[in-house]
C-alpha cells in the first residue's frame, strides 16, 4: 500500500507562483512514476506533469514556459513549481503514483496510476 499526501495549494496571485509537493510513503516500488493532474469540475482530468524513476519526464503542452515538475528521490517527493497562472489553472490538483516506470505515451493516462493523493486546491486571484 502507497500513501501520497499533497500540501502547498491555495491562491496564487496573477503573475506569482505557487509550490505544491507531494509525499509518497508505504510500499514504493524501485521502478514507478509520479505524477500531477488537475482536475476543474465538468471538465476531464487532465495530467500536467509525470516523471519517472529513471528520471523521464513528461509535461502537458498547457502549462509548458510556466510550471515545473521536480522530483526529490531521496524524499519520495514530487513536486509542481505553479509560475505565470491562467483562467485555465484554478482546479483540485492531484498526486498520483504508478508501480511502473511508463513510457511516454502513458504518462498523462490516468488509467496508468495506481495509487492517488486526496488533491489540493488552487485558486489564482487577481
Known amino acids: 500500500q502507497v500513501h501520497l499526501v499533497e500540501s502547498g495549494g491555495g491562491s496564487v496571485q496573477a503573475g506569482g507562483s505557487l509550490r505544491l509537493s507531494c509525499v509518497a510513503s508505504?510500499?514504493?516500488?524501485?521502478?514507478?512514476?509520479m505524477a500531477w493532474f488537475r482536475q476543474s469540475p465538468g471538465k476531464e482530468r487532465e495530467g500536467i506533469v509525470a516523471i519517472t524513476s529513471n528520471g523521464d519526464s513528461t509535461l502537458a503542452n498547457s502549462v509548458k514556459g510556466r510550471f515545473t515538475g521536480s522530483k526529490d528521490n531521496a524524499k519520495n517527493t514530487l513536486n509542481l513549481q505553479i509560475g505565470s497562472p491562467q483562467t485555465c489553472d484554478p482546479s483540485m490538483y492531484h498526486c498520483?503514483?504508478?508501480?511502473?516506470?511508463?513510457?511516454?505515451?502513458?504518462?498523462?493516462?490516468?488509467?496508468?496510476?495506481?495509487?492517488w493523493g486526496q488533491g489540493t486546491q488552487v485558486t489564482v486571484s487577481s
Open positions: 508505504g510500499d514504493t516500488t524501485a521502478s514507478y512514476s
Open positions: 498520483a503514483l504508478s508501480q511502473r516506470a511508463l513510457p511516454g505515451y502513458e504518462r498523462a493516462h490516468q488509467d496508468e496510476y495506481d495509487y
